[in-house]
């Protein structure tokens, strides 16, 4: 029996945010790496697509903060 061929449009999965920089920051509660929490980490294979994308959104809002942040030290 041949493999099941994905539908056609089907939408792409949710990639995973994991850049292989696991670390958690200290006081910061979120890895170095990707941003996210543990419990988004460990939840993460068992989120649907549309829980990934909120985890998704949730850590563009953390790098923008992060950023802003370096920003206001740097300056």
């Known amino acids: ?19 292989n920089v696991c670390r958690m920051e200290p006081g ?3 890895c ?9 980490i460990a939840a993460w294979s068992r989120l649907d697509d549309a829980a ?8 563009e809002e953390r790098r923008a903060a992060r950023a802003l942040r370096a920003a ?3 300056g």
């Open 32 to 40: 170095a790496g990707c941003l996210r929490t543990l419990e988004e």
């Open 52 to 59: 990934k994308r909120s985890v998704w959104q949730q850590l």
């Open 72 to 74: 206001t030290a740097a």
């Open 1 to 19: 029996m041949p493999a099941p061929q994905p539908l056609p449009n089907a939408p792409a999965p949710v990639p995973s945010p994991c850049v």
């Open 28 to 30: 910061g509660g979120v």
